[in-house]
Nanobody
Framework: HVQLVESGGGSVQAGESRRLSCVTS????????VAWVRQAPGKEREGVAS???????SYANSVKGRFTISKDNAKNTLYLQMNSLKPDDTATYYC?????????????????????WGQGTQVTVS
C-alpha cells in the first residue's frame, strides 16, 4: 500500500534553513503529482509547493523564492528546502501524493487534490 513518511522537522530560529524529506513507497512516483501541504494551529491546510508529473512546480505566494520542492525518483524521496524561515512558517508539514495522477485541470495547490498523506512533521520557527 501507499506510504509517505516525512522527516526533518524541528525548531529553528527565524532566518535559518531546514530541509524536509519524504520517503514514498507503494506507487509509481513518476506518474503522480506530489506536494507539501502545511497546517498551522486553528488554520486550514495550505498548499505550499507542488510538483506535477512533468516536473513543473508551483508555490504559494507566501513561500515563493524561499522554498524549493524537489524529487529524487531513484531514492523515492521528495524534498522541501526551506530558506529564510519566518515565524509564520510554523506549522505541521505534510507530504502528499495524488496517484493515480489527477486530471490536468486539477488545482495542484489544493489539499483536496491529494489522496495519499504522510503523518506530518512539525516545524517551529521562533
Amino acid at each position: 500500500h501507499v506510504q509517505l513518511v516525512e522527516s526533518g522537522g524541528g525548531s529553528v530560529q527565524a532566518g535559518e534553513s531546514r530541509r524536509l524529506s519524504c520517503v514514498t513507497s507503494g506507487y509509481t512516483s513518476t506518474t503522480s503529482c506530489v506536494a507539501w501541504v502545511r497546517q498551522a494551529p486553528g488554520k486550514e491546510r495550505e498548499g505550499v509547493a507542488s510538483m506535477w508529473i512533468d516536473g513543473s512546480t508551483s508555490y504559494a505566494n507566501s513561500v515563493k523564492g524561499r522554498f524549493t520542492i524537489s524529487k529524487d525518483n531513484a531514492k523515492n524521496t521528495l524534498y522541501l528546502q526551506m530558506n529564510s524561515l519566518k515565524p509564520d512558517d510554523t506549522a505541521t508539514y505534510y507530504c502528499a501524493a495524488a496517484w493515480p495522477a489527477p486530471p490536468y485541470w486539477a488545482n495542484v495547490m489544493a489539499a483536496g487534490t491529494y489522496n495519499h498523506w504522510g503523518q506530518g512533521t512539525q516545524v517551529t520557527v521562533s
